[in-house]
């Protein structure tokens, strides 16, 4: 199952779906970003995990800061 996990995440990102991950020092845990079109596929991407059932998933919608070197 662990071994699924790690190729749907990396598949993800090599797709551009899953730019950001991070682990959290010292957890069990991580950070993520996805670049999503909108919720219903944040939650088929979030619900196709192998781990998904055993995951505790906290989700912050985020937008474009208008002073961000990269925006417009």
Same mark, same amino acid.
């Given at each position: 199952?662990?071994?699924?996990?790690?190729?749907?995440?990396?598949?993800?990102?090599?797709?551009?779906?899953? @730019?950001?991950?991070? +682990?959290?020092?010292?957890?069990?845990? /991580? #950070?993520?970003? *996805?670049?999503? @079109?909108?919720?219903? +596929?944040?939650?088929?991407?979030?619900? /196709? #995990?192998?781990? *998904?059932?055993?995951?505790?998933?906290?989700?912050?919608?985020?937008?474009?800061?208008?002073?961000?070197?990269?925006?417009?």
């Amino acid at each position: 199952m662990i071994a699924r996990e790690r190729s749907y995440c990396q598949d993800l990102q090599r797709e551009g779906v899953w @730019p950001h991950i991070w +682990r959290r020092a010292g957890q069990y845990a /991580n #950070l993520s970003v *996805f670049d999503a @079109p909108d919720h219903e +596929r944040l939650h088929e991407i979030l619900w /196709n #995990l192998p781990l *998904f059932p055993y995951l505790t998933i906290e989700v912050t919608p985020l937008a474009a800061h208008p002073s961000a070197l990269t925006a417009g």
